[in-house]
């Protein structure tokens, strides 16, 4: 028991020295993040839908 007492001591020493963002920095951060999401999402969406368009073109000859 005592090396996990030591453990979380340490996990929050080092915690309490982590810089955590402020208000509108994460804010900032949250939005970059769905908006990479969301066009990354639309961008193999159409990808995928080109891949398959070929797929059934080229089955059908």
């Known amino acids: 028991m005592g090396k996990i007492k030591k453990f979380l ?3 929050v020493t ?3 020295k982590t ?3 402020k208000s509108k920095e994460l804010t900032k951060y949250t939005v970059v993040v769905v ?3 969301i066009f990354f999402a639309l961008f193999f969406l159409l990808v995928d839908l080109g891949v398959s368009e ?3 073109w080229y089955l059908n000859i």
């Open 19 to 21: 810089s955590w963002p």
């Open 14 to 16: 080092e915690m309490r």
């Open 54 to 56: 070929l797929f059934r």
């Open 35 to 37: 908006t990479t999401v």
């Open 9 to 11: 001591q340490e996990v």
